[in-house]
């Protein structure tokens, strides 16, 4: 069955750097999605993508965050200068294929450390 | 305003039936799923149902929709230990336009023999 995936399964960044958190979604999706999770905290929206432009973001998808399709297959997450409060596993999410709706499928997620 | 509840905790016996509650705030809710987290790994989608339906079965899996009380809830039946996860439920609400999910706390279901 086809899946999401991400990479890398782990990242540790030291405050102030750039990470980028890649994802290939499932390839006849059409709607693309990041969310978070800080530890013990809720599953957060953070953005939506489809059309190659962002559909909505939420209040956490600030200036230092940005996401991009580079290629047809790729979709990433870039975090501009990490803060502390980064820290969190981050999920990317595909769905909607043409014509219908369809659930969104999450990938493993990358756990990202900020020291 | 977009939320959604779950009781934290549920502890079950082996081959019990499982009742894992949710309450939701947005009426004009589309569809409402529910998602299952192992430890260290990412959410499975298990089950969603559109708004106008009342009950879906799959399986082990019961899901029962009370729209006027906001009130969603996932029976598994037969539960296992290998049942033992996080449950998440997650609303999409219709202002949510391109399917923003909102997702509850999640509850935490521990099965013992």
């Known amino acids: 069955e086809p899946e999401v995936t991400q990479t890398p399964s782990h990242q540790v960044t030291q405050m102030g750097q750039e990470v980028i958190l890649r994802c290939v979604p499932i390839s006849n999706h059409l709607y693309f999605y990041w969310y978070r999770q800080i530890l013990g905290q809720k599953v957060e929206f953070l953005v939506s993508f489809y059309n190659n432009e962002i559909s909505e973001k939420s209040e956490i998808f600030d200036d230092q965050f940005s996401v991009e399709r580079p290629d047809g297959s790729n979709f990433t997450l870039k975090i501009r200068s990490t803060k502390l409060e980064d820290s969190a596993m981050y999920f990317c999410?595909?769905?909607?294929?043409?014509?219908?709706?369809?659930?969104?499928?999450f990938g493993d997620g990358t756990r990202l450390s900020i020291l | 305003g977009e939320d959604v509840e779950q009781s934290l905790f549920l502890s079950v016996r082996e081959g019990d039936s499982s009742v894992i509650n949710c309450t939701y705030t947005d009426s004009s809710s589309t569809y409402l799923y529910w998602y299952k987290q192992e430890p260290g790994a990412g959410l499975q989608l298990l089950t969603y149902i559109f708004s106008n339906m009342d009950m879906k079965q799959d399986q082990r899996l019961t899901v029962l929709l009370n729209k006027k009380d906001k009130h969603l809830s996932l029976r598994i039946a037969d539960t296992q230990t290998g049942d033992s996860a996080i449950y998440f439920c997650?609303?999409?609400?219709?202002?949510?336009?391109?399917?923003?999910?909102?997702f509850g706390a999640g509850t935490r279901l521990a099965v013992h023999p």
């Open positions: 999410a595909s769905g909607g294929g043409q014509g219908e709706v369809q659930p969104q499928h």
């Open positions: 997650a609303e999409i609400p219709f202002s949510g336009g391109y399917n923003k999910l909102i």
